[in-house]
T-cell receptor, first 111, second 112 residues
Framework: QKEVEQNSGPLSVPEGAIASLNCTYS??????FFWYRQYSGKSPELIMS????GDKEDGRFTAQLNKASQYVSLLIRDSQPSDSATYLC???????????FGKGTLLTVNP | NAGVTQTPKFQVLKTGQSMTLQCAQD?????MYWYRQDPGMGLRLIYY???????DKGEVPNGYNVSRLNKREFSLRLESAAPSQTSVYFC???????????FGPGTRLTVL
């Protein structure tokens, strides 16, 4: 069974710091990797996708993928209190269009 | 565009009652999904529909049925609700060949 593991947190960082969120996955054949942000009481919102090894940057967010280590991470630079949320890692592979989600990491950014 | 919409937003049922959760998307996506989210358990896939006319079981299908009514609509039915089905239910959709899924606002269901 495919597994996606995340530290549950909470991860607490001061405003302006870099927040680092990590995710490991068990299926070596996984091909697509996603980060979702979920505010309390709201639905998951896609913020980053990455498909090849290396870094992908979008504004203050950087996703990093290392397929050999089966590891994907999300860096949030200049963290803001509005970044406080649960971050879900999701992994997919093959042709069945299904995603496997981690349980999420709760991030708190303190003013 | 409304994206993915779900009705109702909240529902309270008694054990043994039935209900249908509705989901619709206006993004012309082929694939649609139903998840439940419970504290400490993350998002778990109940059923999915890769394309109109097809449905398949996910990780936790017991106690649920689905109908892909057309390309836009995908409903989830609880025939005889149980307290273990108290959860937040999310519908999602994605384009064929792409794995990015877009979520609706959710239905918060309580079964007493």
């Amino acid at each position: 069974q495919k597994e996606v593991e995340q530290n549950s947190g909470p991860l607490s960082v001061p405003e302006g710091a870099i927040a680092s969120l990590n995710c490991t996955y068990s299926d070596r054949g996984s091909q697509s990797f996603f980060w979702y942000r979920q505010y309390s009481g709201k639905s998951p919102e896609l913020i980053m996708s990455i498909y090849s090894n290396g870094d992908k940057e979008d504004g203050r967010f950087t996703a990093q993928l290392n397929k050999a280590s089966q590891y994907v991470s999300l860096l949030i630079r200049d963290s803001q209190p509005s970044d406080s949320a649960t971050y879900l890692c999701a992994v997919s592979g093959g042709s069945n269009y299904k995603l496997t989600f981690g349980k999420g990491t709760l991030l708190t950014v303190n003013p | 565009n409304a994206g993915v919409t779900q009705t109702p937003k909240f529902q309270v049922l008694k054990t043994g009652q039935s209900m249908t959760l509705q989901c619709a998307q206006d993004m012309n996506h082929n694939s649609m999904y139903w998840y439940r989210q419970d504290p400490g358990m993350g998002l778990r896939l109940i059923y999915y529909s890769a394309s109109e006319g097809t449905t398949d079981k996910g990780e936790v299908p017991n106690g649920y049925n689905v109908s892909r009514l057309n390309k836009r609509e995908f409903s989830l039915r609880l025939e005889s609700a149980a307290p273990s089905q108290t959860s937040v239910y999310f519908c999602a959709s994605s384009e064929v060949g792409l794995f990015e899924q877009f979520f609706g606002p959710g239905t918060r269901l309580t079964v007493l």
